[in-house]
C-alpha cells in the first residue's frame, strides 16, 4: 500500500484494478476539516487523463508492475510478438498496447517493456533509434540548401519527412518522442 505522503510525479499506482501514474499532485488545507491531495492521474492502458482528490494520509494500492528487457523479433497481423531474453518464452501483444512507438521499433531490436500483471502494457525507446529509409521520391539537383523535406517511409512502415538530399536506402536517426528527422548516419 502507498500512502498518499509518498505520492510524487512519476509514482504508478493502481486504483480499481487499472494501474494509474501520477502527473501532477498538490497537497492543500481547505478552510475547515482535513488535509487532502489532488493529483492528476494518466490511465497507463488507455491513456485517459483524470483529476481526483485524496484525503491525506489515504492509502492506495500499489500495481504489480515490473520493467524487463524483450526483444521483438517480427510482427504477425495486428500483433507484435516479443521474446523474454531469461525464458526465452514469445509474447504475442496486441498493435493497441504498443501504440505509435511500433514504429520506431526493427526486428531483432531489444527494448524495455513494462509489464502489469504479466501483461505488456509499454514500450521504453531510446531518444533516438536508427532506422533505413524504404521508400521516398528522389532528390532534384539543386535544392539541396533549401529547408523543404518530402515524405519517407522507413523499414518499419514510419512516415518520417526528411530533407530532399535523403534517398532510398540511406539510414538515418529519428527522435522517438516527435517521430521528427534527426540527421543522417
Known sequence: MISTKDFRTGLKIEIDGKPFEIIEFQHFKPGKGGAMVRTKLRQMMTGQVLDKTFRSGEKVDKPD?????????????DFFVFMDLETYE??????????????????????KVLLYNGELIGVDLPAGVTLKVAQ??????GDRVSNATKPATMETGLKVNVP??????????????????????
Open 65 to 77: 508492475m515490473a520493467v524487463t528487457e524483450m526483444q521483438y523479433i517480427f510482427r504477425e497481423g
Open 136 to 141: 521516398t521520391d528522389p532528390g532534384i539537383q
Open 90 to 111: 514469445q509474447m504475442h501483444v496486441p498493435g493497441d498496447n504498443v501504440g505509435e512507438k511500433g514504429g520506431f521499433i526493427k526486428e531483432g531490436d531489444t527494448v
Open 164 to 185: 530532399l538530399f535523403i534517398n532510398e536506402g540511406d539510414t538515418i536517426k529519428v527522435d522517438t518522442r516527435s517521430g521528427e528527422y534527426l540527421g543522417r548516419e
